[in-house]
Each structure stands twice: as C-alpha cells, then as structure tokens.
C-alpha cells in the first residue's frame, strides 16, 4: 500500500491473521484478522497495528482430569514477516524503550495488499524487563497491561509516522486497549479535542463488564507519565480517579459501533453518553468454508471468493455434492478427533460441536444439566466435541474445562464426548466446517455478536443456538436452525429444558428420519452465512463510519 493512500488505520491488541502466527487468543484477535482481509478483497486503503507477542497467547494441554497447564513455545517471526528497518522510542517507567517493527502484508483476491504492523520490544538495547512487554498476550498485571497497551496506542501511532503515514480519515480502535492512541493524537493536534474526534471510530466487543480495562489514574501516571498530555485530569478523561480505556476511546471517537444488533442496544444502555450504533460482525468466508465445500463450490459457483452473495445460488448445488462435501469434512474432523482419544466417534451419528473460551456466561456445561434426560435423549444417537481455553489465571474458568473433561469420562459407554486441546484458528476451522450441528448456549444478553456460528453457517452446518448476539438477526426457527428459548430473558433451567425438548423432538428426529428437511436445512444455513460474512461487514463499515 503506498502510504499517500492510506486512509484507515485499524488498531487491535490481537490479530489473528495466520494460524501459524500466534499472535491472537481467539474470537476478538481472529475477527480483526477477518476484518483485515475482507478489507483487502474490497480494496480498502487500510493499515494494521498490533503487538508481536513472541509466545502468543499459550499453548494448552489438558491432562486425563482435565486439569489445564499452559506452556509458551517461542515464536520466531522471521519466516512468516519482514522486520523493518526502524525503531522508535518510548519513555515507559522513566527510561526509553525501544520498539522493533514487523510486517505482514495481506494481498487481497484483487491484488490489494494491506500491511499488518506488530510491535515488539524485544530488543537486545532494552532490559529484560522491557524486552517482556510484548511476549505474551493478555498476560501480567495491571501494570504490564497499561505497558502493552501504551505500546499499541502511543508506539503505534508514532510507528506510523515513522513510516511515512501523515494522517487517517479513520483512526479505527478494536476494543479499549489502543485507546491510547488518541492521547498521542491529541498532542499532534495541540490539545485540540475536535481534530481527534473527527478522525477516530471505536468498537466495543462486550457486555461484561470485566472486558473493559480501567486502571487508577495515579498507576498510569507513574508508569507512562511521561507520555500523557498536561490535561489528563479533564473530568472527560478521568472519572472517580480512574482511567476507564472504553469511555477514553469513546470520548475521542466520531462515532462508535457495537457488533449485532442486539448488542447495540446493550452497548448504548452501558455508554449514555456515546452515541453507538452496530455493524453485526462478519466471518472472512474464503477462509472459513472448509476444504471440499471450497472444491465444490469451485466448481459449482465459480467466483463465489470474490462475491460470496453467488452462494446464495446454492439451490443449484445438487444433493449428492452437498452430502459429499459435508460428509468428506466430517471425515476431517472425527479422524483427527479420533486420533487425539480414544472414544470413537462414528461419521454415521450426529455429531455436535461446541468450541468457545471458557467464561461461564457462554455455559459450555448447560448441556450437562440433567445427565439421566441427556443420556436418555442422546445415548446412541449424539456425540459432541467440546475446545476451547481457559485463561491462565482465571480459576473458575479452568473448572469448567475439568468439567466437561470429567463429565466426557463419567458419561463413558452413555454418551460420547471429546474434548479437545489448544483451541485455535486451524482448529477452530476443523471444527466448524466438519460437526452437523453447532451449539451455542450463553446467557442472554452477554454474546456480544459470536462468530463461530456463522462459520458454522457457511459449511450448511445449523446452528442451535440461544437467540443472542447474531444469532438474534440470523435465526429462522426451524429453516436454516433452532432457537433455544425466546427473545425474553431466561435463567439455566428454563434453557436447559428448551434445548433438550429441541433435541429430542426437533434436531434428533430430523437428523436421522427426514434426509430432505436436513438438506434443505444446510442450505439455508449457507444462504444465511452470506449475510454474515466480513465482505457484508466491512461495506458496512465503509459505508457508516469510514466514508
């Protein structure tokens, strides 16, 4: 991208652009990374900045009582990005740190190609406390993530500006943590509030409250002070002695998005005083179909990568190509899982997938609720494939993994259930293209937007799923999958019951006794994948906040 034409610049804490680089820790970092490349397929003048976390996230093993331990294999860049000869400075805790820059250029289907910028302070100049910054993702305490995040925002800008990038019609922030950037910006305007709000857009990705950062005023003083403009203490920036990173990007932003519709609404009742609308996330769909859906749609529905509304052609597909392509990614799946365990899944049952991090609002053990119904309903006739990770420090997080591990065991000779280890976007893709049907359970209103669903959507696999986040806009109950529950609010045992009552009356009987209903049921779940994927998303954002 020649820098005179640059005129989006997307910050993001996590990208997960590659499986093979490590740099994301699941659905915010790989819908950054889907936001990207859709971005590319449509010739967007856009640039990317994130941080260069050497060893990632963490790798996950689970032990046979399911027990989570973490390990962090060290991430070497250099094969897969280019280091750039530049460095810049940053005064962090009274000294200077210096900052290495690596790039990743994404060439989109047409030829454009968006570079993606990961900043990195392992460098031998600095001390082995600063060299620590960037090595881990989401990792650290307060005051390791107001380090990282004074990387991303005030390095990030400055790094741009090193390279050539003068100026933005959009400064987009993906979530609270580059909000320091507009900090940064207000300095090159001289403190004029305006010519930043003019060009920034922010986009918040949560309902819970834990997913936005805020830090005493005094800690971020002591560790950045240095950076911060005279007025940090405007009431606008500082509220009850603490700087909340969400309402600081909000503050400075033009305008502000939540990610569904259901999820603006949530949005505009926690933030009054912003004014936030939504553009409903969306899933890089080249990426997403799996490997035989691809071949068969290649052949079916040629230009379908380029424009994805050509899958909505996929009443021509016939029947017996439908069933081979599923059938050959199911292969995929249940041969991989199969090889990771020792419970057999058989390609003849159906089989259910569930593949989230482990928070308790998305309730990954709703399906355990009744164990003696559960057999009853799904012995013989459902096997289910639980990933995902806990964070390493979140406790009761990594009790619900053990859980569902232990309820795999004790349900032996019952139910089969297989979970597996280190969840990520080579996985995650195996998954969602390979079960028969995709589970979602959260609390309502808690899922944001969820995106695994619509990938799930893109293979013809249904969706039964809570009535949250996209699912809200996406669901026609009965055609393209089921809804658990209602638009009303609901609690554990209500949805339990419902989902059962799905399962033993709807899915089940469906699956296994009317092969014509579920045909048409894969169909439609392709037809309603095409609104939900990130070419639809980004012409959103082209045409209500980057224009």
């Known amino acids: 991208m020649s820098n005179d034409q640059a005129t989006v610049a997307y910050f993001s804490a996590e990208i997960g652009i590659s499986p093979s680089i490590h740099t994301y ?34 790798k996950q093993r689970m032990d046979e009582e399911g027990n989570q331990t973490e390990v962090y294999p060290r991430f070497e860049p250099g094969p897969f990005l280019d280091q750039l000869p530049i460095t810049v400075s940053l005064p962090l805790r009274g000294r200077d740190v210096q900052i290495q820059v690596w790039k990743y250029a994404f060439t989109g289907i047409r030829g454009k190609t968006i570079d993606v910028l990961f900043l990195d ?3 031998p100049q600095n001390s082995e406390e600063d060299r620590s910054i960037t090595l881990r993702l989401y990792s650290g305490g307060k005051d390791h993530r107001i380090l990282q995040e004074a990387i991303l925002g005030f390095g990030g800008i400055r790094v741009l500006r090193q390279l050539g990038y003068q100026d933005f ?20 305007f ?9 060009r920034c857009h922010f986009t918040t990705h949560t309902p819970v409250a834990a997913g936005h950062d805020h830090f005493a005023a005094e800690r971020v003083k002591r560790l950045i002070g240095d950076l911060l403009p005279n007025n940090l ?3 606008s920036l500082v509220l009850n002695g603490r700087v909340h990173m969400t309402e600081l990007g ?4 033009r305008s502000a998005n939540g990610v569904s519709a259901l999820h603006g609404v949530v949005a505009r009742e926690q933030f009054p005083n912003s004014n936030i609308g939504h553009v409903t996330n969306g899933v890089f769909h080249r990426y997403w179909v799996g490997k035989i859906f691809r071949e068969v749609f290649d052949r079916q529905l040629p230009g379908w990568r380029g424009e994805p509304n050509r899958l909505l052609e996929i009443d021509s597909i016939p029947d017996e190509e439908i069933r081979f ?15 990771q365990s020792q419970r057999a899944l058989s390609p003849r049952v159906l089989t259910i997938g569930f593949a989230r991090r482990a928070a308790e609002y998305k309730r990954a053990r709703l399906i355990f609720s009744d164990r003696e119904r559960l057999i009853k309903i799904a012995g013989g006739k459902v096997q289910f494939i639980f990933a995902g990770k806990s964070h390493p420090r979140d406790d009761h997080g990594k009790e619900i993994l053990k859980e569902i591990v232990t309820q795999s065991r004790e349900l032996l000779g019952e139910v089969k259930i297989v979970f597996l280890e280190n969840y990520n976007m080579w996985l995650g893709n195996l998954i969602t293209a390979g079960v028969d049907v995709w589970l979602n359970t959260p609390l309502r209103p808690n899922e944001a937007s969820g995106t695994s669903g619509m990938k799930a959507t893109l293979n013809g696999v249904p969706n039964l799923s809570i009535l949250d986040g996209w699912w809200a806009e996406g669901c026609k109950d009965g055609d393209n999958g089921w809804a658990i529950g209602t638009h009303d609010l609901a ?41 939900f994927t990130g070419d639809r998303m980004v012409k959103d954002y082209l045409n209500q906040y980057y224009k």
């Open 121 to 123: 302070t392992d460098l």
């Open 169 to 188: 019609s959009t400064y987009h922030m993906n979530e609270g943590h580059c909000s320091f950037l507009t900090l940064e910006l207000l300095k090159e």
């Open 325 to 339: 392509a599923h059938r050959g990614q199911k292969k995929f799946l249940l041969d991989y899982a199969n090889s």
């Open 491 to 531: 609690n554990d045992a209500t949805d339990a019951d419902y989902l059962y009552r799905l399962l033993e009356e709807k899915v089940i009987p469906t699956y296994y006794g009317d092969q014509a209903k579920w045909l048409s049921l894969m169909r439609e779940s392709i037809k309603t994948g095409v609104q």
């Open 190 to 198: 001289n403190g004029d509030e305006e010519e930043v709000r003019k």
């Open 233 to 235: 203490n405007l009431p």
């Open 25 to 58: 820790s699941g659905g915010l970092g790989i819908l950054a990374g889907d936001h990207i490349k859709a971005a590319a397929d449509l010739n967007v003048n856009m640039v990317a900045v994130t941080l260069m976390y050497k060893e990632g996230y963490f």
């Open 250 to 253: 909000l503050h400075f932003s």
